[in-house]
């Protein structure tokens, strides 16, 4: 089932979680393959969180044989313990370490894209991060999830009243701390509730790399994303539901399993 509720926004329902990882590997797979065919570059930002469409879209890869020798992948965000240090590749929440885990370790090395196309969000380089997307011709597809409070990536809503959508959408990659609400989600979902041990900090893809992007896919793999989702589709555009903001690209799609669309659809 699916509906139309903007000429650009599409919401999409499937039966099961895993009918969710399954439609977002077909649909990066489709768009490596595409513009294979035309002898194109793909850029995709690409999301930690959810995960589970790694290995469904590497055992494609391999079956297929799909090159990856002309994908860049640029990874939404990172954790951070200090204002100043991303998290240890070698922790087990380092989203890192989870996309070699999840991904480059599963693909065929004649396959798998070199680690210079690898890309990461790092303190202290986030301007040559957004001008090696716009060197590249930017974003052909930004896939991700949809946070508690509607934000994407780690872009959450400002602390501050008065902020335009406009001056959020200017947003680039930056640190920022984390949200108390991001962190006691993630906290239950990743961490058995461990909230004290959630780290306090992250860097992040700005809005305006994310808005940057020809095509928005957004999973929604968790029940408590209806909440969000109401707000980021129903409501007037707003700084404080990030989500909102993706209407301005030129085509998003939402894909959530049953649970999620209840309701909306």
């Known amino acids: 089932m699916e509906k139309k509720f903007a000429s650009n926004v599409l919401l999409k329902s499937v039966p099961t979680e895993y009918d969710v990882y399954f439609d977002m590997a077909l649909t990066m797979l489709e768009e490596i393959i595409k513009r294979n065919e035309k002898g194109e570059k793909t850029v995709m930002i690409v999301p930690v969180g959810p995960t589970q469409q790694y290995p469904i879209l590497a055992e494609m890869i391999n079956r297929l044989g799909v090159s990856l020798k002309n994908v860049h992948f640029f990874n939404m965000d990172e954790y951070m313990p200090t204002p100043t240090e991303t998290i240890s590749k070698e922790d087990p929440m380092s989203f890192f370490g989870r996309m070699k885990r999840e991904f480059y370790d599963r693909v065929r090395p004649d396959l798998v894209m070199p680690e210079s196309q690898r890309h990461f969000p790092e303190p202290g380089k986030e301007q040559e991060l957004d001008a090696l997307i716009e060197s590249l011709g930017g974003v052909d597809v930004c896939f991700g999830g949809l946070g508690i409070n509607g934000h994407v990536a780690f872009n959450e809503p400002p602390e501050e009243a008065g902020v335009t959508p406009d001056e959020f959408a200017a947003l680039g990659t ?24 959630m780290p306090e900090w992250c860097i992040t893809l700005g809005m305006k790399q994310i808005l940057s992007a020809k095509k928005v896919y957004i999973a929604l793999n968790r029940p408590w994303q209806n909440g969000p989702l109401k707000h980021t589709i129903l409501d007037a555009e707003s700084a404080y539901v990030p989500a909102s903001l993706l209407r301005r690209c030129p085509e998003v799609i939402f894909c959530g399993m049953e649970d999620v669309t209840k309701g909306i659809l």
């Open 174 to 197: 930056r640190v920022l701390a984390i949200s108390r609400e991001t962190r006691t989600i993630n906290a239950y979902g990743y961490q058995r509730g461990d909230l004290y041990g």
